[in-house]
């Protein structure tokens, strides 16, 4: 298929499901009926539920936090690891009881978790007060199946196992005013042997330059100063455009974007970060000195069973060489441990790493046997205790590395963006170093938004702590 008849099949879906919109706000006027949706899993999930509740409130349902007393109940899933799974039976379970009381209450599920066969079988024959069930390649969908459960009164399961289009231009509800997320590219093709992703996102597809930069340039006149750019793998950004461009490329144009103070970007594989983006974000005030580089294991016999591409001496290298380029540079990554053949001496190789980067902060995993990855059906699984027990003295060394990386801010006065009423105490508001890092400021509610000088009176080892400075 062209380009062009992309395009146009996907403008012509938008303005189906606009229609139906219109249709269904018709239905539903004055009914004041309330949608709860929860959202597992990553910034990807994240984004996606943003467009979901845009939809719902275009529609006019109204938001809340409160299961009891929606009409529409919505879990974006993830699949990730097992335990992500176990919470959404878990959750599910419970609402068997709700659909009983109130047989008008419509239960929808999406996300990653329903791209695969076996879940739904299980669905289908366990969990049938389930009213509406589609994957993660058809979200924009969400109208036109609503309709047809409320015409028909039947159960809707629409999963597909590619993408057919890119549908954009439909509502979309965004979580903060000052900052978004915006979707660079879709999917993943690098089957990591433990990950489940490829076979629930798809193959890689990157969005038109042009799309991005309309995107962020209307974003920035509604109000955003900062953009987080999201994909699977955003350093191979462009190889499949009709006319190829570099991630680096991409980061230039949007970097000259007039307003626009803050570009972060997620994530990074380390086989595919190059010198041009090094050089890029080194050169660019507004491009965030944080990078998100996921190392999974430091062990390079274990890196080649995750099919990684790298070593560890090679990862080691590139992580050096940006912080030469940029000395303050703020990194965090994803581990696992515990992955299949994994030995004592493989975890002492992923300590070694943790211990020589220093990372202001990591998110550590126990590896989780996806049915259907390579990894799944490996010789040698390591004994649960035994992960367990490694996973611990990880996380000791990743908090202890984290607090020595944080302690450097100790006196120093920093800019931060403030963005929210911190979760702990309504008159403290949380925002973001360039860095990345978290700080919590007494400041008030009407200063969210902005950028202010603070100083850094007390470090932890997951957060700032500073006051506004004179
Ligand atoms: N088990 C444990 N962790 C996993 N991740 C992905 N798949 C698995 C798995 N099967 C982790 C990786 C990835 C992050 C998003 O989730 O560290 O970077
Ligand atoms: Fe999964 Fe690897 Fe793709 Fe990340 S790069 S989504 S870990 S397959």
Known sequence: MSKRQIVEISTQEAKRQTEIINILSQRIKGKNLKFCLSTFGCQMNARDSEKI??????????????????????????CVRENAETKIYGRLGALKGKKRENPNLIIALCGCMMQQDMVVETLKKNYKFVDIIFGTYNTYKLPELLQTRLETGENIIDIWDSYKDIVEDLPDARKYDHKACVNIMYGCN????????????????????????????GLVAD????????????????????????????????????????????????????????????SHDNICKSLHLPFQSGSSKVLKRMNRHYTKESYLEL?????????????????????????????NDTMQVVDEIGYTSAFTFVYSKRTGTPAATMEEQVDEQVAKERFNRLTAL????????????????????LEEISKNNRSVLSG??????????????DMIGQYVPVYIKETKSHYLVGELAK
């Not at 409130?57 to 938001?63: M, N, S, T, V």
């Open 398 to 417: 990743v908090n202890q590395k984290a607090a020595e990386a944080l302690s450097k801010y100790q006196g120093q006065t920093v800019e931060v963006l």
């Open 190 to 217: 690098n089957f990591c042997t433990y990950c489940i992703v490829p076979y629930v996102r798809g193959r890689e597809r990157s969005r038109q330059p042009e799309d991005i930069m309309n995107e962020i340039k």
């Open 432 to 445: 973001r170093t360039d860095t990345g890092i978290l700080v919590n400021v007494e400041a008030s509610e």
């Open 53 to 78: 509740k845009g939809m719902l409130e275009e529609i006019g349902y109204l938001q809340t936090e409160n299961e009891d007393e929606a009409d529409f109940i919505l879990y974006n899933t993830c």
């Open 223 to 282: 109000g955003v100063t900062e953009i987080m750019l999201l994909g699977q793998n955003v350093n191979s950004y462009g190889k499949t455009l009709e006319n190829p461009m570099t991630f680096a490329a991409l980061l230039k144009q949007i970097s000259q974007i007039e307003g626009l103070k803050r570009i972060r970007f997620m994530t990074s594989h380390p086989k595919d970060l190059n010198d041009e983006l090094i050089e890029v974000m080194a």
């Open 319 to 347: 992580a050096h060489k940006i912080k030469k380029a940029m000395p303050n540079i703020g990194f965090t990554t994803d581990i696992i441990v515990g992955f299949p053949g994994e030995t004592e001496e493989d975890f």
